[in-house]
């Protein structure tokens, strides 16, 4: 009964929860049972934690934490509060991710893995906005993956990507922030940039928006300037640096808007795949070359692929199973 309990606060905590499943919530309030139950959630939860942040991290999410608790109780009902401070070192090691995505405004899925690594997974045609231990921001594209371990802010600060990030890097001299893919890392002290490195993507793209990076592979690395970016070639293992205008235009995404710049529609066709759970199939192997530039602000599949049929020669029909087809529009 009382893993139930805790499972539905989770849901709760989340936004998750049907509207059966938030009356159930609003009751435990109403009768005063929500701070007993609450607090053996989260004392279980600590039992579990992988390490103890700092002082000055506890205390900034102990802020955070009254704000959003000072927000739910004038949702539900008036509640006493001083049993959420004991519990803080748990909510600063495992809760803090949590209500950054759960109580923001993306959804992801959130993973302890052996006590000592924390995950986040984002589900297809989602985002998830994530606060790391150290007050590091990063905000999560769809179909991606964040993680790091108990060594996380301790000597240096390493998370493990695959996917697409933008991250605000927390300033800190004496403990590096390195992000890590299957194929280079990106050293920040104190920044702004975007990351894009998807498993199944031919190249990794790392796009500097304020700051310095230093980016890196097996064989070569390259520092970064701001309005800089760097693509890192899979097949050929080569790094090639360009000069944006605007380099913002590359975390459009954040505000749900999607800027492609001479990209070919075969990798087009990946980001389409990642954002609304399709299969996007090319009736010949031509078409896949075929370079598109554009901003779509208002991106709902079909505004998209209506856009690229209108200024590209292709054109697409929709097929059984959530499948499009690409083809020449001479030959359709």
Not at 90 to 107: E, K, N, V
Not at 118 to 130: D, F, L, N, R
Request: charged letters at 25%; hydrophobic letters at 35%; glycine letters at 4%.
């Amino acid at each position: 009964m009382e893993n139930e309990l805790h499972i539905l606060l989770k849901k709760f905590l989340c936004k998750q929860a049907d509207v059966e499943e938030i009356d159930k919530v609003k009751e435990l309030f109403a009768k005063g049972e929500a701070e007993g139950r609450l607090s053996g959630f989260y004392e279980e939860t600590w039992e579990q934690a992988a390490f103890t942040p700092e002082k000055e991290v506890e205390e900034r999410i102990w802020t955070k934490l009254q704000k959003q608790i000072h927000t739910i109780g004038q949702v539900l009902a008036p509640v006493k509060l001083p049993f959420w401070k004991k519990s803080l070192r748990i909510a600063a090691s495992i809760a803090i991710p949590l209500l950054c995505a759960g109580l923001g405004y993306y959804y992801a899925k959130f993973v302890q893995q052996n006590n000592t690594k924390m995950s986040v997974w984002v589900e297809i045609g989602q985002k998830a906005k994530v606060c790391l231990p150290d007050g590091t921001s990063v905000q999560l594209n769809s179909a991606g993956s964040l993680s790091y371990d108990n060594t996380y802010n301790k000597r240096e600060r390493v998370v493990y990507l695959q996917g697409e990030a933008y991250f605000e890097v927390n300033k800190d001299k004496t403990r590096p922030f390195i992000v890590r893919t299957n194929d280079i890392s990106v050293e920040a002290l104190g920044t702004s940039f975007d990351l894009k490195a998807y498993p199944d993507d031919s190249y990794i793209a790392a796009t500097l928006i304020e700051g310095n990076i230093r980016v890196s592979s097996p064989t070569q690395s390259e520092l970064l300037k701001p309005n800089e970016k760097l693509t890192f070639t899979k097949s050929n293992g080569q790094f090639t640096k360009t000069v944006l205008l605007y380099a913002k235009e590359n975390i459009s995404w954040i505000n749900n808007q999607l800027t492609f710049e001479q990209e070919r529609l075969e990798d087009i066709a990946k980001t389409l795949e990642r954002m609304y759970s399709v299969h996007i199939l090319f009736a010949s192997d031509k078409l896949k070359d075929v370079r598109f530039s554009g901003t779509i602000k208002n991106n709902n599949l079909e505004n998209v692929l209506q856009l690229i049929e209108f200024v590209s020669p292709v054109c697409y029909s929709h097929e059984k199973d959530a499948t499009i087809i690409i083809r020449d529009k001479q030959h359709y």
